[in-house]
């Protein structure tokens, strides 16, 4: 069965660190575009990284940019974002998704999602 499960979240104070993990069983992540996504409850998904499968490179969104970095190993066939100088309103549970396509990734046209760990930043 394929599947993503994300890993890594926690409770972290500000100005700290984590790693999340999402590891990919069934299907081979490299031949597809990943993002990492937020969201809290009754709130709007927002996209936090994107990779596209065509040329690997990786887009942030202005408020993780310096801060968050995407990362991979396909030995494990696992991508990683590594979350540093974290605040308070990073807070949220995090997803990683995949698509066929670096346009369907943006569009919101996944094939694979996952469950989510939740990233709690406080004192």
């Known amino acids: 069965q394929a599947q993503l499960v994300e890993s890594g979240g926690g409770l972290v104070q500000p100005g700290g660190s984590l790693r999340l993990s999402c590891a990919a069983s069934g299907f081979t992540l490299d031949a597809y575009a990943i993002g990492w996504f937020r969201q809290a409850p009754g709130k709007e998904r927002e996209g936090v990284s994107y990779t596209s499968n065509n040329d690997g490179t990786t887009s942030y969104v202005a408020s993780v940019k310096g801060r968050f970095t995407f990362s991979r190993d396909n030995t494990k066939n696992t991508v990683y974002l590594q979350m540093n100088s974290l605040k308070p309103e990073d807070t949220t549970g995090y997803y990683c998704?995949?698509?066929?396509?670096?346009?369907?990734?943006?569009?919101?046209?996944?094939?694979?999602w996952g469950q989510g760990t939740q990233v709690t930043v406080s004192s």
């Open positions: 998704a995949t698509a066929g396509r670096y346009i369907d990734l943006l569009r919101g046209r996944y094939n694979y």
